[in-house]
C-alpha cells in the first residue's frame, strides 16, 4: 500500500527558513498537498496541487513535489507557525494518503 | 463561503454503529464536482481518512476500514453521513467532515470536529 514518511519534529530559530519533508514511492506522479493543524484547532490547507496556495495563505509558504519527495518551505518562519503540518496525496490503490505529520517547533 | 458541522453521539458502545452528520451551509452539497470527507484523529496522534463521497454519490473508502464504513448524502438536508459498524475502544477519536474536495485534496473547508469514544 502507499504510504507517506514525514519526519516527526522540525525546529527553526524565528526568521529562518524551515523545509519539511514527505517522502512516498514516486510521489513527483501524484498531486501533493500540506495541512497546518495548531492546537486544538480544525486541520487547514496550504498547499494544494503541489504548491499552490489557497487564498489568504502568506506567500512565504511553498513547496515542491519532485522524485519521491515533497517539500514545504516556510521562509521568515514566525511563531504562528509552530503547529503540526501534514502532508496528503491520492492513491489510486489506497485512495487518500496522510503523512504522520511533523510537530514544528520555533525556537 | 461553505461552512461544515459535524453531529452525532459522543459516546457510543463497543460492537454498536457509529453514526455521525455533516451539516454544510453556505452552498449546496450537490453543486459542482466535489469530494466530501470523512477524517479521524485519535488523541495525540495523526489524522487517518475515512473516506469521501462525491457529488454524483460514488465512494471510495479506506482498505483498512472498508469492511465497516458506509458514506451517504442527502442532498434534500444537504448532509452527508457516515456509519462505522462494529466499533472498538481504537475506534475513539475526533471525527472531521471536510469538502469540498477535488481528486487530490481533502477540502479547504473542515468541521471544528467531533469527539466520539467507544467506550462500555
Known amino acids: 500500500s502507499f504510504e507517506l514518511t514525514q519526519p516527526p519534529s522540525v525546529s527553526v530559530s524565528p526568521g529562518q527558513t524551515a523545509s519539511i519533508t514527505c517522502s512516498g514511492h514516486?510521489?513527483?506522479?501524484?498531486?501533493a498537498c500540506w495541512y497546518q493543524q495548531k492546537p486544538g484547532q480544525s486541520p487547514v490547507l496550504v498547499i494544494y496541487?503541489?504548491?499552490k496556495r489557497p487564498s489568504g495563505i502568506p506567500e512565504r509558504l511553498s513547496a515542491s513535489n519532485s522524485g519521491n519527495t515533497a517539500t514545504l518551505t516556510i521562509s521568515g518562519t514566525q511563531a504562528m507557525d509552530e503547529a503540526d503540518y501534514y502532508c496528503?496525496?491520492?492513491?489510486?490503490?489506497?485512495?487518500?494518503?496522510f503523512g504522520g505529520g511533523t510537530k514544528l517547533t520555533v525556537l | 463561503q461553505v461552512q461544515l458541522q459535524e453531529s452525532g453521539p459522543g459516546l457510543v458502545k463497543p460492537s454498536q454503529t457509529l453514526s455521525l452528520t455533516c451539516s454544510v451551509s453556505?452552498?449546496?452539497?450537490?453543486?459542482?464536482?466535489?469530494?466530501w470527507s470523512w477524517i479521524r484523529q485519535p488523541a495525540g496522534k495523526g489524522l487517518e481518512w475515512i473516506g469521501r463521497?462525491?457529488?454524483?454519490?460514488?465512494?471510495n473508502y479506506n482498505p483498512s476500514l472498508k469492511s465497516r464504513v458506509t458514506i451517504s448524502v442527502n442532498t434534500s438536508k444537504n448532509q452527508f453521513s457516515l456509519k462505522l459498524s462494529s466499533v472498538t475502544a481504537a475506534d475513539t477519536a475526533v471525527y472531521y467532515c471536510?469538502?469540498?474536495?477535488?481528486?487530490?485534496?481533502?477540502?479547504?473547508?473542515w468541521g471544528q470536529g467531533t469527539t466520539v469514544t467507544v467506550s462500555s
Open positions: 463521497i462525491y457529488t454524483s454519490g460514488s465512494t
Open positions: 496528503q496525496a491520492w492513491d489510486s490503490s489506497t485512495g487518500v494518503v
Open positions: 514516486k510521489l513527483g506522479d501524484k498531486y
Open positions: 471536510a469538502g469540498p474536495g477535488t481528486g487530490t485534496t481533502s477540502g479547504d473547508v
Open positions: 453556505g452552498g449546496s452539497i450537490s453543486s459542482g464536482s466535489y469530494y
Open positions: 496541487q503541489d504548491s
